[in-house]
């Protein structure tokens, strides 16, 4: 069995040794071809080159950006204050949508939470995972490309940015943890080159493409206050109406509040927009 290495990519020749893995997600486990947020299967990055191109045309068709970073405040102590076990938070719990404060601060606490972090990704089947979808508003991600606790590569991104991003996008049948068994295709740009500091706080860094690429553009999207069904075109969000207006329903049975957002209202978002690049 293959030991898990913590990468934080804080140095040049750590960040050379990522690359090759994240350039191809083809010599990653079937586990990760299975699994991102619970993402099915890679085959569903192709289509027919009508189909695709119908897709950019109405995802296009309405955009809005995201937060900017220029706007970001930073997290004090008690922004990161968190009792463990942390637990997910579904959709339309208004926290997947508050602004999301930077980090300044790299000490033991943040690293407690990181690990808080990887263990509830695991128990629930994902491979990546944002602060906010366990109820942190803080710039922080993580994932693992494998996602199987002892394998693979355990990935930290603490205040990341997007420099640039491919023209070229491609769908994807997505899932998310905040969103429990509902899949459905999303549009993105196949590439990526980001800018994130690691949990020293140190500055790097790195090109990201294909099954990577997306993993950290659904998380980025969360910190950015997006949900993956704000990228979907009108007729595929259609095919998962009856369930988000389910857990909109399920979340005003338990709260005894009216939900803080309805499907219905929803505003498309271009595939490469809210990116908040400073």
């Known amino acids: 069995m293959a030991c898990a290495s913590r990468l934080h990519l804080h140095s040049p020749s750590l960040t050379r040794a990522i690359i090759p893995v994240l350039h191809h997600p083809t010599a990653l486990s079937t586990a990760f071809l299975h699994r991102l947020n619970r993402f099915t299967s890679p085959a569903r990055f192709t289509s027919s080159v009508n189909q695709t191109n119908h897709l950019l045309t109405l995802v296009r ?88 606790r002892g394998e693979g590569q355990e990935i930290v991104l603490v205040n990341p940015r997007v420099m640039k991003y491919s023209m070229k996008t491609l769908p994807f049948n997505e899932g998310c943890l905040s969103f429990p068994r509902i899949y459905a295709d999303v549009e993105r740009p196949e590439s990526v080159k980001i800018d994130a500091q690691d949990i020293n706080g140190a500055r790097f860094t790195v090109d990201l493409s294909g099954l990577p690429a997306r993993v950290f553009q659904h998380e980025f999207d969360h910190l950015q206050g997006i949900l993956f069904f704000d990228r979907m075109t009108d007729d595929v969000l259609d095919s998962i109406r009856a369930q988000l207006e389910a857990l909109e329903k399920k979340y005003e049975d338990k709260t005894g509040l009216p939900s803080p957002e309805k499907i219905e209202t929803r505003k498309r978002k271009k595939a490469g927009v809210g990116f908040g690049k400073s």
């Open 61 to 148: 068709a309405k955009a809005k950006r995201g937060f900017s970073s220029k706007e970001d405040k930073i997290a004090t102590t008690e922004d990161l204050r968190f009792e463990p076990p942390l637990k997910i938070v579904e959709y339309p719990d208004p926290i997947l949508r508050k602004r999301n404060k930077r980090i300044g601060t790299f000490d033991e606490n943040l690293k407690q939470l990181v690990d808080e972090m990887f263990d509830v990704m695991y128990k629930t089947d994902g491979i990546g995972l944002s602060a906010p979808q366990v109820g942190i508003n803080v710039q922080l991600m993580v994932f693992n490309p494998v996602g199987e």
